[in-house]
């Protein structure tokens, strides 16, 4: 068992340039050694004395950085969660305008402002390149159309056979043989792209990164200054843990070497759990906003010969994710996240919440529509000031799972809302405004009625 050459012929075969077949062979010899990646909280302290971007301001020199700036959009995925069909970052969010539309205004405006020409990468897959080039298309007067100019194809890796850790053969529909590699894929594919010597040659040395499902995540040129006079490779911004946030990763500090470094819940053994959890010990999460020195990159790939050493996060799952009796595979996946840990003199930035408002479900989609979020003139979406950072908790049963399920419920005021939940089949008319605490339960063949007005606990 364990032969990588059938790995390296498939990948090959199907395009897959020398980064991307070293950044998995990496993870499939870990594999082989059976490694956990696991991180015991014996291991780690938490992480303190996090700089605040609160008190930053831009000046004229950092605006000027700006023109050696290149935004990334991690654009990969298809939200098929929700029962999307298409990339995720098409889906309208009001009045027909999409997440493609907003980091457009986005990019324009930091244009305008600044003078410079601030460049914007797509990472898209082979599932998202297509329409989202299409959309692009009403773009090609201010240049954001080519793929040749905006586009960086993320990689894919081969799934593996459980039983015989080799690629997996799935003749019905070859096509789920293959999985993404995660994001920590960044990497590889600007190497094996061409895009970092690339934009480097074009005076280009810093990144910022972060997802396109993400709208609060602009450029901020007080961010970008501070970044650049800090002379780091590699900066995480992260914000403050919730209720809310006590499953996803955090921020902490290995004791062996006092590195910065990221532990996800797959990587905490059982007994830690309650310890992860605690959200006042261990009290900020990524963001899964970067920031990079591009120069600097190049020269650490150079030092770990061409392949960052990320932990690789093992998933098990089936070939075909919609029969679980077909074959048990494993797919290996990478966090670009993890790699605070690869660069020596890696940062980390405390940034208001509003920098943080992803979309992962209905739920998401709700408040994100409604105006606890405004939309600004440049394109950033954020919380509503009266918030105070806290956003709205939405509680939605089943009949909600999927975006066309959604449409019928409607979008009420929950800008003075704490929390909502909404069980069963009901509709908002408009004009109705949740503040405090407030649930719906209707259990009715007919879709039960809200009148306008507001609604209290």
Known sequence: MGNFDAFQSKMAAAGMGEAAIGAFRRNYEALLRDETGMIPESSIRPADGIPSSEELRATEAGKALLSQAVVVKLNGGLGTGMGLQGPKSLLPIRDGVNFVDLMV????????????????????????????????????????????????????IPKIDAATLAPVEWPADMDLEWCPPGHGDLFPALVGSGWLDRLLSEGVKYAFVSNSDNLGAILDPALLEYFANSGAPFMMEVTRRTGADRKGGHLAVRKSDGRLLLREVAQCPDEDIDAFQNIDEHRFFNTNSLWLRLDL????????????????????????????????????????????????????VEVPRSRFAPVKTTSDLLALRSDAYEILPNGQVRLAAERNGIPPVITLSDDYKLVDQLEPLGVPGLLGCRSLGVDGPVHFEPGVVIEGDVAFSHSGPDRMQVAAGTYRS
């Open 105 to 156: 205004r986005q990019i324009l405006d930091l244009r305008k402002s600044s003078g410079a020409n601030v460049r914007l990468l797509l990472m898209n897959s082979f599932s998202t390149s297509g329409d989202t080039l299409s959309h692009l298309e009403r773009y090609a007067a201010d240049g954001l159309a080519d793929a040749a100019e905006v586009e960086l194809m993320q990689n894919q």
């Open 297 to 348: 990159l190049k020269e650490q790939l150079e030092a770990d010969a061409g392949v960052l050493p990320l932990p690789m996060i093992k998933n098990r799952k089936t070939v075909d994710p919609r029969d679980k009796k077909s074959t048990p595979v494993i797919q290996l996946e990478v966090a670009m996240g993890a790699a605070i840990e690869c660069f020596e003199g890696s940062l980390a």
